[in-house]
């Protein structure tokens, strides 16, 4: 064993793993979701962090990166490190968790994170407090046994992953990225070491005909029928994109999917004995490598027109308000070798696999060419659903994994 697999391993033999179930159950108590009528608990969540930073020593930048929704950036480098010279890793998570719905028909209550048959219980518990506490107590155990460290690690800890990540933009915007060389994305991957994700376009496309009585429609243009059409098209082309591409080992196949049908939209009135002037499709596009998001994108253009051309009276407006590219990070990238290694000493294997949706590290690396890896505690399948929890076993292992793979990539 060398010097720095040693020391890599007492890393991760130094992860207090009370401290790590103690800080998952107390993130989990607050409700950090985001809603604008009651000002949400972003804020509440980040200031708990940031307090329990400071109380470890650190100095932690509490940012806005919009009115009550903060972003909490934490830097600690080893003696050894030499800015311009030494590596900077980042470690990437988020506040923010989804709606709990019914509270009466969850196991547990949803915030009162219930340390039960060896799992955490409660909305955000995989999805993603469990992988901001693993993230946070590593760096206590790398802080503990690695203080000569030739290099640092920067904390990531930012609100609005579930929404339009506006908190991984403003940390990006603020310049925070960039003296990252790396970043490793906490989120949930069952352990997995993800070098690949999903790419996500938004879509919403707007149908506007001719109003008209429903005994006679004849005497307008029916934005329902050209909403249908248009869904039959872009079916259609997803079959052909699945043929194309085939399955991706990591990602599985692109999807096109309809997930909103409006008619009349927000702000009309629905009548029965009425067809409505217009009506809205929300379009949720998930891409793998070898699509090109403006081709995709002029594709729905061109099903949009040739719509038009053939129903005089309708036009149809197309637009992707959000687009995130699939990523794609080298197997021989110095971060995955530090992560991979890791794994092998902590699990025995080294298992790859790929995040079937879009993460904050999808900014990163799109936006500033920052090689990230995805790998974190809990099934991937659970995030969003009612009765979520992480089991402390996987919790302890992936909080092992981030100790060796900061000491791996740092000490290089």
Known sequence: MSQVEALAARAAAAVD??????????LVRIRSVYEPETGGNEEEAARFIAGWLERAGLEPVIEEAAPGRPNVICDWAGRGFTPGVGRTLMLEGHTDVVTEGDPATWRHPPFGAVLADGKIHGRGSVDMKGGVAAAIIALEAVRSVA???PGRVRLGIVCDEEGMMTGIKHFIRQGWAD???????CEPEENELCLFQKGALRVRVEFRGVMAHGAMP???VNPITALASFVGAVQEFEESEQARLGEHEFLGLP??????????????VPQNNVMPERAALALDIRTVPGQDESRIVAELQRIARDLEAGTDGLSVAVDC???????????????VAAVAGASRSVLGRVRYGGVPGATDGTFLNAWKGIPTVTIGAGDRELPHQRDEFIRVDDLVAACRIYAESIVRYLSA
């Open 17 to 26: 793993t009370e401290r790590l179930v103690d800080l998952t159950r107390a």
């Open 147 to 149: 203080e000569d460290l």
């Open 179 to 185: 003296e990252v060389d790396a970043a490793i994305i």
């Open 218 to 220: 004849y005497a307008g």
């Open 255 to 268: 999807w096109l999917t309809p997930t909103i049908v409006q008619s009349p939209p927000p702000g009309g």
């Open 321 to 335: 308000f959000e687009t995130r590219p699939w990523t794609e990070t080298n197997k021989d990238d110095p971060v």
